[in-house]
Structure formats: structure tokens, C-alpha cells
């Protein structure tokens, strides 16, 4: 299926060619066909020659009801410019082609109708005069009468051709389904449409309000007026919800493949159009079906910084207009740049931002967003519409080489600066290096270590992070003292001695290289299977006393020792305070 919308100035036969060329009624309200005008949007299709159905988003030509005539034109990729052959071009023939070249529409075709009450030829040209300067270009164009049906074969043939020449649908990506319309249908509940330019909807589909994020749910689905359990992009799409009030949403809003878009009430765009400097403080931007109040902030050149009065899920590259409502004026195209841009705090931020946005133009470029963001999770990017082929560093982060490697660099002199500052610790907690980094992730940290630099146990060192070079030479030292008594805990003074004081004692412990049994008693590591060995030997049960002898120590170690195998669960306490070794077995 093809969608094109309708263009034009008021009563210039938009609607009865619709009529004409479908046999539906794009009129729906009682009013339209009382005052003989379309207020809000129209919708009816047809098959053509060709084979292919082609639906009509019929728009309103007069001026008040603009904001519609964009909410039908903004998610659609095609137009039919009409222009009545006794009237020729007027107003509003003008701001829908402005609105049409704004958002950079550029498939049409140019439509002459009333042929049958003036000579369609000074209409034609002058309406394709207009044409050729915008982004529609050059058109074909037919001349048509609905009242004689003079031209309805060529139009239907130009027609054929139009949608052959339109893009390709990309069913394989997210859904956006810019709501055009929500309405209550008894028994059904909540339903709305709109045009699905790309990806695919299915029943039970559980998609999300673009508005508030709420989570919604596919009940029901319908193409062309029939129930469809899926329907592909491009295509008119009715979707039924789920226990959805109607009043959760509205024309605007959009259904939304859920994480897949960011949502965003700031962005810079650049405009083509009026000059920035002369533009009023707000404005409306007008992008999907969405016409959002806009607070405009020029920030030089021909870009601008949007706050908007509401999120919109927006992606880097999206077309939208700015139009002044007061003046019924198109200031310009916009074409999204950026939708997450840095905050402008200091003085020259606006400026500085300028030069960067110099050199975007909306077009998704993985390898510069990277070297501005220089660290960035791939998801985010993606919902902003960037995409591309590049490794993450870790985890689904992406990182801007040369940032990377100099994170690299500066992580070595940390590290080496928490050595010279901590000697007595196995190297620096990952935590700590984070916060000096002022990296967002500790995985980042952790994935940035290569010799020299180790990790181990949540800290990264030098070389071998496990124990101070100053404290294995004393835990040496203690090793070849104690060898012949290894159940005799050095007094602390023999510790301080030995160049262990309380400091290289707790670095020793966190090491691993002596064993704590309780303040200033410590043995070496392998003190206590050696002792598990020993007391086995023993008749069970033993007392503390036979304990003691038999490893040829002193109650201060045997004490504290025992405690520990029996928390080790290598001993078991009797109610009589005697021991036994709890056997293999
Ligand atoms: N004679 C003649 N009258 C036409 C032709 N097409 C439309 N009309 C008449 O022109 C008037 C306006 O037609 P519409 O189709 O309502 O025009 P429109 O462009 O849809 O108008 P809006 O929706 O209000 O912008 C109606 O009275 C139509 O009957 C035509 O080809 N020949
Ligand atoms: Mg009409």
C-alpha cells in the first residue's frame, strides 16, 4: 500500500477527487458535508491499474484548520498538489507547498482540477513554477474535471507512476505510529490511526505511549477497514488498544516500539527557512502529527536550540516545520541534528555549539557522534536514531578510540599515583579509579586494565597487585624465623621488629600472606591445616590443654587457632568443651 496526501487551497476540489478517484467519502462529519468543507483530516483508498492500493490522506485547504492539513501531510511521504484551473494559485496553495518543501517532501504530482469551468493551462503553469523551486520539484501534472471525469485515466496512470517511484518500505525497524486520530468504538474501547511509515504491527503487540511512556496493548488491528492479525509499512493502520481510556491520548501522541526512542523536550535543529535572528521566542514545530509549542533559541548560523512544551520521540534526522500560528506563516524546515545536546551554561556555550553544529546535517554518523559524546551505550545512540558498526569496549558501551586509549594512559598514572600515596595496599579500588576517571560505569574501569596493570579482587595495581614489596620481604622473614614453631604467634614487638607494624600487618592479612587469628596474633596462612593435621593425630576428644602441647604453642594462639577451625567447620565443640576433628567422612 501507498499513502499520499492531499495539498491545496480551499474548495479547490481536493475532496471531490478524492470522491472521484476512490468512490468513499472522505467528508466524515455531518458539518464537513453541510458547509461543503473539510475540517479535520479524510482518509479513503483505492486500487490502481497497476495493481497496487493507494489510500488518501484528504487534507483541509482552509487557513484555520492548517494545523490538520499538517498533522495528515507530517507521516506521509507523497503529495497531491491540487490547484483549481479557475482560480489558480492562492494563499493557501502557497503555505501548503511551503509546509510540503519544509519538511522536505519530494514525490508529488500537481493536480488541475475544475477543468471543465476555465482553460487549465495558465494554473498549470503557474503552479509548477511554484513547484519547481521547492522540494517537489519537477512534477508531472494532469488536468481533471470531476464533473465530466475528463483526465481521471491520466491521473490514475500518473498515479501508478508516483508510488512506483516512492521508497521502499523498511518493515524491519521500530514502529512509530504517529497518531492521527483516537476515537471509542462501542465494545471495542479505544482506537486510533494513523499512517505506519515503517516496521510492523502485530496483534498483541505491547507497544508505548510516546506522551507519558505508559505501556499499551495491541487488541486489534485493521488495514483499509479490514481485521488484520499484522500489518507491514507502509499502510493506513485503525489499531484497537487495550484497556486504553481514550483520554490517555490524542491526535499526536504516537505508539512506540517500547526502548526504541528517545524521548526528548530539547533539541538542536537546523532551520531552512527565515533567518534564525528574526525569529519570534516561540513558535510551534510541527513534526508526525505532533504541533508542539516550541521555546526557540537561536544559536548562530542557521541553528537553533527547541524546548518544547512536551517530549516528542524524536531521532537525529527527522524532518519537521516551524510555523508562527499568529501570522499563518511556515518559518522554515527543520531537520533534527541532535536530541540529547549538551547543556549551554557557560558564557560562549551557544556559540561554541554553533561551530559543532556547523558540521551535522542530520544525517546518522556513528563515528562523529562518538567523538563528540566520547562515551556512549550503544542503545542510547540507537534511540536517537544512530546506528552503525562499531565493537563496544565493554558491556554495550562504545567509546571514541582516541578517548579511549587516552583513558587507558591516564588510568596507568592513577593507578601508579594511588601506589606511591597507599604503599601498604594492593593496588587502588576499582570504585575509587571510577570516581577519578569520572567514568559513569566501573565495568569501564575494569576493561580498560592491560599490562602492566592487573585486577584482582576489585583493585588494580602495578605488576603483581597482591602484596607490597616491603611487606613480603618481612612476611619472608617471619616465614624462615618461625619454621621449626609455626603455632608460635610473634609477640608484636617481635612483629614491629621484624618490620611488621600494624599497617604492614593489614596489608599483609588482605593479602593473603599471614593469618589473623585475633589483634597482634598472627601465624602464617598455612598455620591452620597444619594444625588440623596435627590434632587429628590426637585421640579424640582432645582438651585445649592437649591442643596446646601438642602444637607446641601458648593458650593467646591455641585459644583464638581453635576457634577458628571451629568456625572453619574443621573442628567440632563438644558441650564439655573438649574437641574433636571433624573427619573426611
Ligand atoms: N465544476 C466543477 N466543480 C468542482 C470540481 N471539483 C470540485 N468542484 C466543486 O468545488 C467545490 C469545492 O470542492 P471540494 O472538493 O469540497 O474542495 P476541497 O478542496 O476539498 O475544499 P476544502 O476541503 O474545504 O479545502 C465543490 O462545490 C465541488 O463540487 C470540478 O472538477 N468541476
Ligand atoms: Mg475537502
Not at 119 to 140: C, I, K, M, N
Not at 186 to 205: P, Q
Not at 536 to 560: G, K
Request: aromatic residues 2%; positive net charge; glycine residues 12%.
Amino acid at each position: 500500500m501507498h499513502v499520499v496526501a492531499t495539498a491545496g487551497h480551499v474548495d479547490h476540489g481536493k475532496s471531490t477527487l478524492v470522491r472521484a478517484l476512490t468512490g468513499m467519502e472522505p467528508d466524515r462529519w455531518a458539518e464537513e458535508r453541510r458547509r461543503g468543507m473539510t475540517i479535520d483530516l479524510g482518509f479513503a483508498w483505492t486500487t490502481l491499474p497497476t495493481g497496487g492500493t493507494i489510500a488518501f490522506v484528504d487534507v483541509p485547504g482552509h487557513e484555520r484548520f492548517v494545523p490538520n492539513m499538517l498533522a495528515g501531510v507530517g507521516p506521509v511521504p507523497a503529495a497531491l498538489v491540487v490547484v483549481a484551473a479557475d482560480e489558480g494559485w492562492m494563499p493557501q496553495s502557497a503555505e501548503h507547498l511551503a509546509a510540503l518543501h519544509a519538511l522536505g517532501v519530494s514525490h508529488g504530482l500537481l493536480v488541475v482540477t475544475r477543468a471543465d469551468l476555465a482553460d487549465p493551462g495558465p494554473a498549470s503553469a503557474q503552479a509548477r513554477a511554484q513547484l519547481a523551486a521547492t522540494s517537489l520539484g519537477t512534477v508531472e501534472s494532469v488536468a481533471v474535471s470531476a464533473v465530466t471525469g475528463v483526465g481521471l485515466p491520466d491521473l490514475r496512470a500518473a498515479l501508478g507512476r508516483l508510488v512506483g517511484r516512492l521508497p521502499a518500505p523498511q518493515a524491519d525497524r521500530p514502529v512509530r505510529l504517529w497518531i492521527d486520530r483516537a476515537f471509542t468504538i462501542r465494545g471495542s474501547g479505544t482506537v486510533v490511526t494513523g499512517t505506519l511509515g515503517g516496521g510492523r504491527l502485530r496483534v498483541g503487540d505491547r507497544l508505548a505511549l510516546a506522551t507519558t511512556g505508559e505501556p499499551v496493548r495491541v487488541r486489534g488491528l485493521h488495514r483499509l477497514g479490514a481485521a488484520e492479525q499484522q500489518v507491514a509499512a507502509v499502510a493506513r493502520v485503525a489499531v484497537n488498544l487495550r484497556g486504553t481510556p481514550r483520554d490517555r491520548l490524542g491526535r499526536g501522541d504516537a505508539l512506540l516500539t517500547p526502548g526504541e526512542f528517545h524521548r526528548t523536550d530539547l533539541l538542536d535543529v537546523r532551520l531552512a527557512g527565515d533567518p534564525v535572528g528574526e525569529l519570534p521566542a516561540t513558535l510551534t514545530l510541527h513534526v508526525g502529527s505532533a504541533a508542539v509549542p516550541a521555546r526557540v533559541r537561536p544559536l548562530g548560523g542557521d541553528t537553533l536550540r527547541l524546548r518544547l512544551a512536551r517530549p516528542l520521540p524524536l531521532l537525529v534526522g527527522d524532518r519537521a516545520l516551524l510555523r508562527d500560528p499568529g501570522r499563518h506563516h511556515v518559518c522554515g524546515g527543520v531537520t533534527v541534528l541532535d536530541v540529547a545536546p549538551p547543556p549551554l551554561a557557560r558564557r560562549g556555550a551557544a556559540a561554541a555549539r554553533a561551530a559543532v553544529l556547523t558540521g551535522l546535517h542530520g544525517r546518522p554518523d556513528l563515528a562523529g557522534e562518538l567523538r563528540r559524546r566520547r562515551l556512549v551505550r550503544a542503545g542510547e545512540l540507537t534511540r536517537m536514531g544512530i546506528t552503525g558498526d562499531v565493537a563496544p569496549v565493554v558491556g554495550d558501551w562504545l567509546a571514541d578510540p582516541g578517548h579511549w586509549r587516552q583513558l587507558g594512559v591516564r588510568l596507568v598514572e592513577e593507578v601508579t599515583a594511588w601506589a606511591g600515596a597507599h604503599p601498604l595496599e594492593p593496588g587502588a579500588p576499582v570504585e575509587a579509579l571510577r570516581q577519578r576517571l569520572g567514568l559513569p560505569d566501573r565495568a569501564l574501569v575494569e576493561a580498560l586494565v592491560r599490562p602492566p596493570l592487573t585486577l584482582r579482587a576489585g583493585r588494580i595495581g602495578v605488576g603483581d597487585p597482591g602484596l607490597p614489596e616491603p611487606v613480603a620481604r618481612a612476611v619472608d622473614r617471619v616465614r624462615r624465623e618461625y619454621a621449626a614453631h609455626p603455632f608460635r604467634a610473634p609477640e608484636a614487638d617481635r612483629l614491629t621488629a621484624l618490620g611488621l607494624g600494624p599497617r604492614e600487618v593489614g596489608a599483609a592479612v588482605r593479602a593473603g600472606a599471614l593469618l589473623r587469628l585475633a589483634e597482634n596474633v598472627v601465624l602464617l596462612p598455612d598455620a591452620a591445616d597444619a594444625a588440623v593435621r596435627v590434632l587429628a593425630r590426637l585421640p579424640q576428644p582432645f582438651t585445649l590443654s592437649a591442643a596446646r602441647q601438642a602444637l607446641d604453642t601458648t593458650r593467646r594462639v591455641a585459644v583464638p587457632l581453635l576457634e577458628l577451625l571451629d568456625r572453619r567447620g574443621a573442628t567440632r565443640r563438644l558441650p564439655d568443651d573438649a574437641r574433636e576433628v571433624v573427619g573426611p567422612g
